[in-house]
């Protein structure tokens, strides 16, 4: 029983190493934990973010679309390996108006030597991420 339980472990084992593998090939690997990252800055630092007012606080986030964007030849021999627009909606409280309003942010995510680094984009078309 004993062999039987360390096979078992050792073919557990082997299955993980075997999808860090795929998810390393994966050019947008991290990139949700990236933007579950923007959400929380934006939770942090918008306006429309900062009641604590039940009823008033920011909810609803919704990724409205992902893009893949072109690397530039000079971006390659800069590392980059990925670039992504993406865009963020939700529902926050404008203190000014005292009304409920939707928030809206667009950024672009590059990716170079397996990190990500995220930038403020202009905005972009919520169903394609084309840009305005």
Do not use: Y
Request: with cysteine.
């Amino acid at each position: 029983m004993r062999p039987a339980a360390a096979i078992a472990a050792l073919l557990l084992l082997g299955a993980c190493s075997q999808a860090d593998k795929a998810a390393s090939n994966d050019k947008f690997a991290g990139l949700d934990g990236q933007i579950l990252e923007w959400r929380k800055e934006v939770l942090k630092d918008d306006k429309l973010c900062q009641s604590q007012v039940e009823g008033q606080k920011c909810v609803g986030f919704e990724v409205a679309c992902k893009a893949e964007r072109s690397i530039t030849p000079d971006e390659a021999a800069r590392g980059v390996t990925a670039k992504v627009v993406a865009a963020l909606n939700w529902n926050g409280f404008d203190p000014k108006f005292k009304q409920a309003q939707v928030g809206t942010a667009a950024a672009l995510f590059t990716r170079s030597k397996g990190a990500w680094a995220r930038t403020e984009h202009t905005s972009v078309n919520p169903n394609t991420c084309a840009d305005l």
